[in-house]
């Protein structure tokens, strides 16, 4: 059974640091690419960040870059997600996921979704 696991999310005051994991099982860790996401309250889920198989191409949404990095480790099957100087803003479920093409924004290209884990960032 294919899955994914994430975990790593809390409560952070504004200005401070997480790093999220996501473990994969199965043949999930061979996607093309890995991307995270994050659902705040009453507002659609959406794109935060991918990484390509190789780790050597990233995306990220407009609003995290310079704060955020994304990276995997293929070799323990996990996809990162440090976050730095967190806002308010960023306050949300983020979810990983696997894609079934290349490095992509799109979430209608990823096709299996971890449970989700909760950053609370309080100003």
């Known amino acids: 059974q294919v899955q994914l696991v994430e975990s790593g999310g809390g409560l952070v005051q504004a200005g401070g640091s997480l790093r999220l994991s996501c473990v994969a099982s199965g043949r999930t860790f061979s996607s093309p690419a890995m991307g995270w996401f994050r659902e705040a309250p009453g507002k659609e889920r959406e794109f935060v960040a991918a990484?390509?198989?190789?780790?050597?191409?990233?995306y990220y949404a407009d609003s995290v870059r310079r704060r955020f990095t994304i990276s995997r480790d293929n070799a323990k099957t996990t996809v990162y997600l440090q976050m730095n100087s967190l806002q308010p803003e960023d306050t949300a479920v983020y979810f990983c996921a696997a894609s079934r093409i290349t490095v992509t924004r799109d979430i209608s290209d990823y096709h299996t979704w971890g449970q989700g884990t909760q950053v609370t960032v309080s100003s």
């Open positions: 990484v390509s198989y190789s780790g050597s191409i990233t």
